[in-house]
């Protein structure tokens, strides 16, 4: 029972043409996270949404947005790809508590899409 | 800020051996530490992690990680591997002063595990 989805697993789009990456979760999770992880490199943290607030990595390039209209589901915007911005996008989910070192709070992440720019 | 150093790239191990997969930390903070499993074209999926109490942390499977405070390091034991074990194991860190959440993760490189028979 996949608990954190993210739709398509493989992404094609063209060279400065604005894509969008969709996750969606089933866990109730208040905290969502994209990251990216090219190749044969660590996943890097884009940003994340603690409920409706958005924290963006201070070297996030502005070409990145994203928007969670609703708990459940967040959305990567890439708007203008270039080549150099193809990845696999990790999108994770989390409970934040206001105590720390609570379990359960652990990170839970999609299978990623994979974005070719062509 | 924190970092993750994961020495091995590659770690060839045959069938049944056992594996030892090496990370180091440096934080000027106390953090969590995770080893996460990725498989070919897949997310990464939780092996095991340390909040705190006993350094010797187990996982499912037989994997097992002991936090080392002294030497900042959290290495990936196995005794015996097998076949189903290949893949890409990233260790992670995360501040303990984030909130409560364990998602804002600073990954290692990762360490490709190929178990051969």
């Known amino acids: 029972d996949a608990m954190v989805i993210q739709n398509p697993r493989y992404q094609v789009t063209q060279f400065g043409k604005p894509v969008t990456l969709s996750c969606s979760q089933t866990l109730n999770h208040n905290v969502m996270y994209w990251y990216q992880q090219k190749s044969s490199q660590a996943p890097k943290l884009l940003f994340h949404?603690?409920?409706?607030?958005?924290?963006n990595e201070a070297d996030t390039p502005d070409n990145f947005q994203s928007r969670r209209p609703n708990t459940s589901f967040c959305f990567l915007d890439i708007r203008s790809p270039g080549l150099g911005d193809a990845a696999m996008y990790l999108c994770?989910?989390?409970?934040?508590?206001?105590?720390?070192?609570?379990?359960?709070?652990?990170?839970?992440f999609g299978q990623g899409t994979r974005l070719t720019v062509v | 800020a924190q970092s993750v150093t994961q020495l091995d790239s590659q770690v060839p191990v045959f069938e049944e051996a056992p594996v030892e997969l090496r990370c180091n930390y440096s934080s000027s903070v106390s953090v969590y530490l995770f080893w996460y499993v990725q498989y070919p074209n897949q997310g990464l999926q939780l092996l095991l992690k340390?909040?705190?109490?006993?350094?010797l942390v187990e996982s499912i499977n037989g994997f097992e990680a002991e936090f080392n405070k002294s030497q900042t390091s959290f290495h990936l034991r196995k005794p015996s591997v097998h076949i189903s074990d290949t893949a890409e194991y990233f260790c992670?860190?995360?501040?303990?002063?984030?909130?409560?959440?364990?998602?804002?993760?600073?990954f290692g490189k990762g360490t490709k595990l190929s178990v051969k028979p």
């Open positions: 949404y603690y409920d409706k607030d958005f924290n």
């Open positions: 340390y909040l705190s109490g006993s350094t």
């Open positions: 992670a860190v995360s501040d303990q002063n984030y909130g409560g959440s364990q998602g804002n993760l600073i």
């Open positions: 994770a989910t989390s409970r934040e508590t206001v105590t720390t070192g609570q379990d359960n709070t652990e990170a839970f």
